[in-house]
């Protein structure tokens, strides 16, 4: 039997609070699928599973959060599914 070892172990002292947001699309009567699913694509970086997995989801619950992450990173985002005629909102 080897004797035992003791090891040293870092505590984490500070606690960072991250503020996550939540970039959320909603159901409109207006845009196609096609129209949602390409705007994920581009504007959240979507892969075309996720855009529309998240398209469905809109459509059948009436809102989905499309993206998580950081008040400065979601406006843009926000901004530009806006310009595109698409109804969204950064939450917290």
Not at 54 to 81: A, Q
Request: proline content about 3%; aromatic content about 6%; some cysteine.
């Amino acid at each position: 039997m080897q004797p035992f070892e003791e090891t040293s172990v870092d505590v984490l002292d500070e606690v960072i609070e991250t503020d996550v947001h939540n970039l959320v699309v909603f159901n409109d009567d207006v845009n196609t699928f096609d129209h949602v699913i390409e705007t994920l694509i581009d504007v959240c970086g979507h892969t075309p599973e996720q855009a529309e997995q998240c398209t469905l989801l809109i459509h059948f619950k009436g809102k989905c959060t499309v993206k998580n992450g950081s008040w400065e990173e979601l406006v843009p985002m926000r901004n530009e599914i806006c310009r595109r005629g698409i109804s969204a909102e950064v939450l917290h």
